[in-house]
T-cell receptor, first 114, second 114 residues
Framework: AQSVTQLGSHVSVSEGALVLLRCNYS??????LFWYVQYPNQGLQLLLK??????LVKGINGFEAEFKKSETSFHLTKPSAHMSDAAEYFC????????????FGTGTQLKVEL | GAGVSQSPSNKVTEKGKDVELRCDPI?????LYWYRQSLGQGLEFLIY????????KSGLPSDRFSAERTGGSVSTLTIQRTQQEDSAVYLC????????????FGEGSRLTVL
């Protein structure tokens, strides 16, 4: 079964610093990969997705992610963190079982400090 | 409505009672999903509907859990004889089946079993 692993359940950065949230996938075939964000007391929303069209994917709010097959990674980055980026971030992979089902990682809580 | 609507937003119940959680998806979305979010557990898939049928119920943790969807729209997740370990946030999402992985989530129903 396809799965994703997020390294680091909590990440803390200073405002203005680089954000790097790590995600590695396990898949025998090229996967569809996603990053979702959950702001406090809100539902999850899609940040960006990789569907094999381009390895560098740009999403909302200045985030981007690069698909690296050689490293089986799909890390999320943002050049300069804002206080408003504080949230929980989930990496996800679409299930090969069909039906559009997503399997999520365990999440990374991002804290942005002044 | 414009987004996925879930009710109740908060539910406190006593152990052994039955609860029903409701999800009203985005109009026109044929696929509907239930996930459970527990502290330290990430998002756990429960069940998926395509129209009114549920081709994937693999995530339902026990036979105390059931879900139905009527009219290709509203869905109800029922938990019978609730246990303390059922305490979690239950998230509903919907999607256009043809758009891979783009799920739209509601804000969730927080269930607390005393």
């Amino acid at each position: 079964a396809q799965s994703v692993t997020q390294l680091g359940s909590h990440v803390s950065v200073s405002e203005g610093a680089l954000v790097l949230l790590r995600c590695n996938y396990s898949s025998s075939v090229p996967p569809y990969l996603f990053w979702y964000v959950q702001y406090p007391n809100q539902g999850l929303q899609l940040l960006l997705k990789y569907t094999s069209a381009a390895t560098l994917v740009k999403g909302i709010n200045g985030f981007e992610a690069e698909f690296k097959k050689s490293e089986t990674s799909f890390h999320l980055t943002k050049p300069s963190a804002h206080m408003s980026d504080a949230a929980e971030y989930f990496c996800a992979v679409i299930s090969t079982g069909g039906g559009n089902k997503l399997t999520f990682g365990t999440g990374t809580q991002l804290k942005v400090e002044l | 409505g414009a987004g996925v609507s879930q009710s109740p937003s908060n539910k406190v119940t006593e152990k052994g009672k039955d609860v029903e959680l409701r999800c009203d998806p985005i109009s026109g979305h044929t696929a509907l999903y239930w996930y459970r979010q527990s502290l330290g557990q990430g998002l756990e898939f429960l069940i998926y509907f395509q129209g009114n049928s549920a081709p994937d119920k693999s995530g339902l943790p026990s036979d105390r859990f059931s879900a139905e969807r009527t009219g290709g729209s509203v869905s109800t997740l029922t938990i019978q004889r609730t246990q303390q370990e059922d305490s979690a946030v239950y998230l509903c999402a919907s999607s256009l089946a043809v758009v891979a992985g783009e799920l739209f989530f509601g804000e969730g129903s927080r269930l607390t079993v005393l």
